[in-house]
């Protein structure tokens, strides 16, 4: 089920893939999921914040145990972040069909639109407006820096209502527990030497804008004492991230800046660069924000408090999915639909399935296929338990 999807949205000089939400990748995966779910005889909803539901079952008559991932990608992505979650929900729900029998409870796999946040800045959108943990307004209004639009327009460009996004209680109230499997982003598992494991927790973390104004110039003519450079203050503060990072214990990165007007012999006017931070403790990474921030012009654009997955479900997600012996336990850096289900107080697990390198949200992201596997097995044994 992975193979048809290789193609779509794929950068065939980098092998890598950009597929910002509701872009032409975006709108071929969705109809890839659609197809799948008709060829199950799954009944497809999608909600008023473009999430895409394909259930067995009928939630509305008692509420359902829900898997599945996201299709998107951040930019120049590898195959596995998110798809994999999706694909394997689908198998999973095939494997309990072989298995025969109907799951007391109905199963639904869903698809959260634009996890990544690589087009409006903001992750896990879909899960946040459905959850109402970003104001509709906040949302809609969000640009896509590369031509401006909003997500207003790009959304009813698609044929959607933005005026209809927003806390959507009668979907929510049809998922009773959602468990999401993905590839793993670290080595946590090869370290483990097993090829499932379940989430512990979800480090805190945010992204912040920082802009740098100054003026631009001649690079020949003006003489140093007389430049105004912002490049200077921008290549300071990610010299600064990097050193309280290592001092704090925590990770900050500087992964995307756009210098304007971006002349090779020109002194800039203006540099954005975006922050990512994360850490274990929520104290470090506002403490290393803070530090960041001082004297400079900055605005918060994300922000995800620690999630702890509830403890009883993880626990019985490690027995088993564990086949025999308990599945590791493991914390992790990176953000998830899941983590925003939990924190609106939803029953809400992870699996992740190992991966050899750790390398994510690159090209390189690589699972074997024995464990992605091993996977479907662990979440169908899962789901089957949490149906009953
Ligand atoms: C999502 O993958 C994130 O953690 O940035
Ligand atoms: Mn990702
Ligand atoms: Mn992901």
């Known amino acids: 089920m992975l193979e048809p999807l290789t193609q779509i949205g794929r950068d065939a000089a980098t092998g890598g893939y950009v597929r910002d939400a509701w872009s032409p990748a975006d709108m071929e995966l969705r109809e890839w999921f659609a197809g799948e779910a008709a060829r199950r005889g799954l009944d497809l909803r999608e909600d008023r914040n473009g999430n895409l539901w394909a259930w067995w079952g009928d939630p509305s008559r ?4 829900v898997t599945g991932s996201h299709l998107d990608s951040v930019r120049q992505g590898g195959a ?3 798809p994999l979650g999706v694909v394997s929900a689908f198998a999973a729900l095939d494997l309990l069909r072989e298995r025969g029998g109907v799951p007391a409870s109905p199963l639904g796999v869903v698809c959260f639109t634009d996890e990544e946040g690589a087009r409006f800045g903001v992750p896990c959108m879909g899960s946040r407006l459905l959850t109402g943990a970003i104001r509709p307004e906040r949302a809609l209004a969000l640009t896509d820096d590369d031509d401006g639009d909003t997500l207003a327009d790009v959304l009813a460009r698609a044929g959607r209502r933005p005026e209809s996004v927003g806390r959507d209680d009668e979907t929510l109230a049809g998922v009773g527990a959602f468990v999401e499997l993905h590839v793993e982003q670290g080595r946590g598992l090869a370290d483990h030497g097993r090829p499932v494991g379940v989430a512990a927790a979800i480090w805190p973390h945010g992204r912040w804008r920082f802009d740098f104004r ?3 110039d001649h690079a020949g003519t003006t003489r140093l004492a007389d430049r105004d450079d912002p490049m200077l203050p921008f290549a300071r503060m990610v010299l600064a991230a990097r050193a309280a990072a290592e001092r704090r214990g925590v990770v900050a990165t500087v992964g995307k800046v756009r210098v304007s007007p971006g002349n090779a012999n020109a002194v800039p006017g203006h540099v954005v660069a975006w922050l990512d931070a994360r850490g274990a403790a ?15 012009e900055v605005s918060e654009e994300s922000w995800t408090p620690v999630v702890g997955f509830d403890p009883a479900l993880r626990d019985r997600l490690a027995r088993v999915a564990g086949g025999g012996t308990p599945a590791p336990v493991l914390p992790t850096g990176a953000g998830h639909d899941a983590g925003i289900l939990a924190a609106a107080g939803v029953p ?9 390198t750790g390398v994510s949200h690159s090209p390189e992201e690589h699972a074997e296929q024995a464990d992605c596997e091993a996977g479907v097995v662990a979440l169908a044994d899962v789901l089957e338990d949490l149906c009953r």
């Open 62 to 65: 008692r509420p359902g145990v």
């Open 80 to 82: 596995y972040d998110g």
């Open 214 to 216: 100054g003026r631009a």
């Open 282 to 296: 929520e104290d470090d990474v506002r403490a290393l924000v803070a530090e960041l921030a001082e004297g400079h």
């Open 348 to 356: 809400a697990g992870m699996l992740f399935v190992r991966n050899p």
